[in-house]
Nanobody, 120 residues
Framework: QVQLVESGGELVQAGESLRLSCAAS????????MGWYRQTPGKQRELVAT???????NYVDSVKGRFTISRDNAKNTVYLQMNSLKPEDTAVYYC??????????????WGKGTLVTVSS
C-alpha cells in the first residue's frame, strides 16, 4: 500500500507565505512525477505545479514567480513553497505522485488534501 500525506495548510493573510509538504510512504520502488493540484467548491481540480524525478518543473501561469515546487527524493517528499499569497489561492491543495511499486509499473496516487485559506 502507498500513502501520500500532505501537511502545512492553514489560514494566512494575503501577502504571507506557506510551505506545503507531502510525504509518500509504503512499498515504493521509485517515484516519477510529483505535483500539486488545488480545488475550490464548484470548480474542477486545477494543476498548480509539477516536478519530474530529475527536477524539471512546470507551473500554472497564475502562480509563476510566487510558488516553487521542489522534492527530496531520499525522503519521497514533495514541497510547495507559496509566497505572496492571494485570496484567490484559497483552495484545498492535493498532492499527487506517479509511483512504481512491486506490483505496478506506475500508478497515480493522491493525498487527501490540505486546506489553504488566504484572507484579504
Amino acid at each position: 500500500q502507498v500513502q501520500l500525506v500532505e501537511s502545512g495548510g492553514e489560514l494566512v493573510q494575503a501577502g504571507e507565505s506557506l510551505r506545503l509538504s507531502c510525504a509518500a510512504s509504503g512499498t515504493i520502488v521509485s517515484i516519477n512525477n510529483m505535483g500539486w493540484y488545488r480545488q475550490t467548491p464548484g470548480k474542477q481540480r486545477e494543476l498548480v505545479a509539477t516536478i519530474t524525478k530529475g527536477g524539471s518543473t512546470n507551473y500554472v501561469d497564475s502562480v509563476k514567480g510566487r510558488f516553487t515546487i521542489s522534492r527530496d527524493n531520499a525522503k519521497n517528499t514533495v514541497y510547495l513553497q507559496m509566497n505572496s499569497l492571494k485570496p484567490e489561492d484559497t483552495a484545498v491543495y492535493y498532492c499527487y505522485a506517479v509511483i512504481r511499486t512491486y506490483v505496478s509499473l506506475g500508478s497515480d496516487y493522491w493525498g487527501k488534501g490540505t486546506l489553504v485559506t488566504v484572507s484579504s
